[in-house]
């Protein structure tokens, strides 16, 4: 997967660093990716401290004053680390989704606004936008209740949002026919009036 298929419309202040995982591609290979691009991601930041910790249901702890967020493929990890923002989500999917995802993964209004062309493409785009959007509202759990997919999408002015109550996450797509990936940033002010 070419580095630039990922960083391609990428938001400004976000660092991105992918590393592939090693055989045999397992859990823990996985996370120990994911791992080294956060380091490398905190060091190309600035950060003094490289390592991530781990809470007990497994997300990553960055660095006071960095938000971060890590995703993980048996073939690659991502990493992001931004300063200056409350929080940051990244979701990248290379596989199928099963049939049937879509009746739990959105609700009417998100399937008839965000997904009219019922393809599986557009799905994958969509589910990789919950996820990063759940990461990035990872501390909004009493409007989201621990679930990736009761955040909501929608759309204003063009742009998409994940929304977990009155608190919300400017998500950015990209990818191939290959995979879905996304990026999802949530700044203090993006409380909705």
């Known amino acids: 997967m070419p580095e630039s298929a990922l960083t391609d419309g990428r938001p400004a202040g976000i660092l991105l660093e992918v590393a592939r995982v090693d055989p045999p591609h397992g859990p823990a ?5 994911g791992r080294t691009a956060a380091g490398t991601a905190l060091r190309r930041a600035g950060s003094a401290v490289l390592t ?3 809470r007990s249901d497994g997300a990553p702890v960055f660095p006071d004053g960095f938000a971060g967020a890590i995703t993980h493929t048996p073939s690659f990890a991502v990493a992001v680390v931004a ?9 990248l999917e290379t596989g199928h989704l099963g049939p049937g995802l879509d009746r739990y993964l959105l609700n009417d209004t998100e399937r008839a606004l965000l ?3 019922r393809s599986r493409q557009t799905l994958r785009r969509l589910f990789v936008a919950k996820e990063a959007g759940f990461k990035a509202l990872s501390d909004c759990r ?3 209740g621990g679930l990736f997919w009761r955040v909501r999408l929608s759309r204003s002015d063009g742009l998409l949002w994940a929304r977990a109550g009155a608190d919300r996450a400017l998500v950015t797509l990209g990818g191939t026919r290959a995979f879905a990936f996304a990026v999802a940033v949530r700044h203090s002010t ?4």
Request: proline share 7%; aromatic share 4%; no cysteine.
């Open 52 to 54: 991530v910790g781990r």
């Open 142 to 144: 009493p409007a989201h």
């Open 29 to 33: 290979e996985q996370r120990r990716a």
């Open 83 to 91: 300063r200056g923002v409350t929080g940051i989500g990244v979701d």
């Open 190 to 193: 993006t409380h909705q009036a």
């Open 115 to 117: 997904w009219p062309d």
